[in-house]
Each structure stands twice: as structure tokens, then as C-alpha cells.
């Protein structure tokens, strides 16, 4: 850590400042606890503290997370943030459940174990399987403190073989108990085991709940999605698996209140972190708005608190993109909701997005458009039915006849959270940003913001006329 860095550190834990929240973690040497840079507890001196990037490194030196300003809660760090691209995409492997055995994520990543081992070990501090146990005991201690769920169910949420595994877990790594985290009555856990699982969402602020919104909003599958003044709900299908998410945004605290209903709670993970994608809230506003003004932008120009609002699923992304080649939004929302109409099959909680398989299946016969686009559609979802599970390679996207630079890097921005695109070939970005003489290259790493600025400028622009 750089001695500036640390300055940076010791000044934003100084004043609680909410913008540095999840970014680092500090630890107390005299208490054995760390906790979020926002805690409320009162401020330990200096020469007690010491200062960590992610949980893990604070839980590899004997730290259990703080009960009260609860680590487990705060925003994620942007995961392009990492040392190097293996490591990113490591990193989110590792903190995905079902958990994988870290040999066969190294073989995915196409590195041996070993060297996944070193680079961690090197750069982070902490070994692959040290950060995915990390993660799954965060994550356990969130829906202790989160959730009325029983332990048995809990354990199996995060991950773990057992609840006497999840115990001992617990145990000799915080030297705490199930019950001490939680200080719930039994009565009470079995009682409300079916309800669903809720809890908050943090971000750091500014957040443009208005922006997110509005671009969900105009973009809606009907049966699929509801947008609301303040929240956003979604049916999802995830390996066969149904469920159901709203995100209620809470200005006040600066999070989202989130309930999920799962048939599966093995998927819980999954949908927390699809759900933090959508609605961007790993996002830096203060990093990203420094990137517009370098390309040129004014501060009245920026949109402030801008995010970028996900698709819920890569394949989802890709279809989006495919069916808004070269029509208006409004015309490519009617084909989307004409297809899902068409193709979904319902689930307890409303319509699912159709899989691959049922895409791929189809003629498609239903949908007025170029019948080339159509045999794109469906060779884009083969391609997702021959990656099972996987994310095909830009390579083999590329391939499809009818799909070109735009669609591909559309699909990366909204399936994938790329932060780092330009639309070059959307025409509304490329005009605004020629009228405005950006230089758009020096807002890299954050182009595909500076994107969505130029969306939101034409926006405010029309509103104008």
C-alpha cells in the first residue's frame, strides 16, 4: 500500500466518508474486529488500525467482521479494479455457489492450480481457497443477521456440506457461534423458515435511481418485469431453478431493500450477485465522473451518480441486442415481448426470459423481422446451448453472420458490465459526442459510461425541444 493510499485511508475512515464504503476494510488490533470505513462505533486511534483492500486479507490475519457496521453488507469493489484480468475473472469464479473445486477454476481460467495460487498469494495476500471460503462465510453471517432462515438452510445457501461444517466453521475462524451472530429465538427461525429472504443492498452514492429507472422502464418485458417509482422486480429462471427478486430503492440509507424467493437456495449467491450487476451498485461514482470531465465534459454536462443498468443474464443481453439491430427502442422492446410471450412458459412467480434451448428450437416464425436476423438469433442461442453454461467466446459470437462490433459490445456492456466500451457505432453516442468535440478515449477506463452520458445528454437535449 502506497503512502498515499494510506493518507486516503486514514482521512476517509477519519471522517465515516460513505463514498470510500467497501473500497477498504479497517481493522482493530485491540479488539480483533475490522469493519467498514462507515462504522459507527467510536473512532480507535491510529496506531490501532490496521488498513485492508478486501475481507479476505482482514479474515487471512485473524479479524472477525464487526456485528454491528457488518462488512458483509458493504458495496463490492468494481472487479475490473483487480491486479490483471486472470485474477478479475478468478476472483468472481471463487465467489460463486455452487462452489467449484479450485483446480477445475484454474483449468477454466486455463492456468494450472499452482500458478492460480501464486498470483493470489503474490497480489492478494491470500490463497484461491482461503478467498472462496471468505466468501462463503460472509455470506453465511449476512443471512444469519439478514434472514429468519434455519441454519440447516443457510449452510446449504453458502455452500457448505453440512451445518456442523458451517459451525466449526464459524468457530474457528470469528470464535463465535451460529446464535451469537444471529441473537434470534429458535421459535422465531422456525416459524418464518419459508418467508423469503431479504436484505440491504449498499451503494455508494451519489445513485441516479432516476436514470436506472427510466432506461429499465423504457426497456420492460411484460409478465417478466415490473418497474415501480422506487423498485424494480424480476422473474428469473436459473439452471431449471425458478425465482423471484425486487430491489426497493431506499434513498435515505443509501442501499436497496431486497427480497428474493427461490425454489433452489443454492442459486442465492448467484442472484445477489446478478442483482448488484443490474443495478451497478459496485459502481465508483466519484472515479467515473472524473473519467467523463477528462473527456471533455462539463460538471453540468456529467450525469450525476450515473450507473449502468445490466441485463439480467448474458444470453438475455445478447437477444436485447440482437432484436434492436437497427430499429428504435420501442420497436426492439415489442419484438422482445413478443418473443417471450411467444416462447416462455410460466413459472410460479410470472414469465421466465425462453432459454437457449427454447430460442434455438424455434422458427421463429412469430417475429416480423429480416429473416437473417432471425438465423442469427437463433445461432446465438446455440452457441449459449453448446458453451452449457459458459459465456462463448467474442471470437465465436463474432462468426455469426449478422452480428457485428455494436451488437457484440452491446451485449458485453448490459450482460457482462463492461466498464470500458464505446459505442462507436450507436449513432445518438457518436453524434453527441462529435457535437461536444469529446475525446473520448481519455475517459478509458469508464467509456461505456461516457456512453451512456451521451444517451442521457440527447435525452435531456429532446426534453429541451
Request: aromatic letters at 8%; glycine letters at 4%; hydrophobic letters at 40%.
Amino acid at each position: 500500500m502506497t503512502e498515499s493510499t494510506l493518507q486516503t485511508y486514514q482521512i476517509a475512515r477519519a471522517s465515516r466518508d460513505r463514498r470510500f464504503d467497501g473500497k477498504f476494510f479497517v481493522a482493530v488490533k485491540t479488539t480483533g474486529i475490522f469493519c467498514r470505513p462507515i462504522c459507527p462505533a467510536r473512532l480507535p486511534a491510529e496506531k490501532n488500525v490496521e488498513y485492508y483492500d478486501l475481507a479476505a486479507q482482514a479474515m487471512e490475519h485473524g479479524y472477525r467482521p464487526c456485528l454491528r457496521c457488518r462488512p458483509d453488507s458493504a458495496p463490492g469493489s468494481c472487479a475490473w479494479q483487480g491486479v490483471n484480468t486472470t485474477i478479475q475473472r478468478a476472483q468472481s469464479l471463487l465467489s460463486e455457489i455452487p462452489i467449484e473445486p479450485v483446480e477445475h477454476i484454474a483449468a477454466r481460467l486455463g492456468i494450472s492450480s499452482r500458478y492460480l495460487n501464486k498470483l493470489f498469494i503474490e497480489n492478494l495476500g491470500v490463497s484461491p481457497k482461503r478467498f472462496q471460503l471468505s466468501n462463503q462465510l460472509m455470506l453465511a453471517k449476512r443471512l444469519l443477521q439478514d434472514t429468519m432462515l434455519p441454519i440447516e438452510m443457510i449452510a446449504e445457501a453458502a455452500g457448505f456440506s453440512s451445518t456442523r461444517r458451517l459451525q466449526s466453521l464459524i468457530k474457528q475462524h470469528w470464535q463465535l457461534t451460529p446464535s451469537a451472530i444471529r441473537k434470534k429465538s429458535q421459535k422465531e427461525v422456525c416459524q418464518l423458515h419459508t418467508a423469503a429472504v431479504k436484505f440491504e443492498l449498499a451503494y455508494r452514492p451519489p445513485y441516479n435511481w432516476e436514470w436506472v429507472r427510466n432506461f429499465l422502464s423504457q426497456r420492460t418485458i411484460v409478465g417478466v418485469e415490473i418497474i415501480t417509482e422506487n423498485a424494480y422486480t424480476r422473474v428469473f429462471e436459473i439452471n431449471g431453478r425458478h425465482g423471484q427478486v425486487t430491489a426497493t430503492h431506499n434513498a435515505e440509507r443509501f442501499v436497496f431493500d431486497v427480497e428474493i424467493k427461490l425454489e433452489d437456495l443454492t442459486y442465492l449467491q448467484k442472484v445477489i450477485r446478478i442483482i448488484s450487476r443490474v443495478l451497478d451498485v459496485e459502481a465508483d461514482p466519484d472515479l467515473i465522473e472524473n473519467a467523463l470531465r477528462n473527456s471533455g465534459l462539463t460538471a453540468k454536462q456529467v450525469c450525476e451518480g450515473l450507473r449502468l443498468p445490466g441485463a439480467f443474464n448474458e444470453f438475455e443481453a445478447g437477444c436485447r441486442a440482437i432484436l434492436g439491430q437497427q430499429v428504435t427502442l420501442n420497436a426492439a422492446t415489442k419484438q422482445l415481448n413478443n418473443l417471450v410471450a411467444n416462447l416462455s412458459q410460466p413459472s410460479p412467480y410470472g414469465l421466465a426470459f425462453p432459454t437457449p434451448l427454447q430460442i434455438a428450437s424455434s422458427d421463429l416464425t412469430f417475429l416480423r423481422m429480416p429473416q437473417q436476423r432471425k438465423i442469427a438469433l437463433r445461432q446465438f442461442s446455440e452457441l449459449f446451448c453448446e458453451a452449457k453454461g459458459n459465456r462463448p467466446s467474442n471470437e465465436a459470437i463474432l462468426a455469426v453472420k449478422g452480428i457485428g462490433e455494436w451488437t457484440l459490445n452491446y451485449f458485453l456492456i448490459r450482460g457482462c458490465g463492461a466498464p470500458d466500451i464505446f459505442l462507436e457505432g450507436d449513432l445518438i453516442a457518436r453524434n453527441m459526442a462529435k457535437k461536444l468535440s469529446t475525446k473520448v478515449n481519455d475517459a478509458s477506463p469508464w467509456r461505456s459510461y461516457l456512453t451512456l452520458n451521451m444517451w442521457y445528454l440527447a435525452t435531456q437535449e429532446m426534453k429541451k425541444c
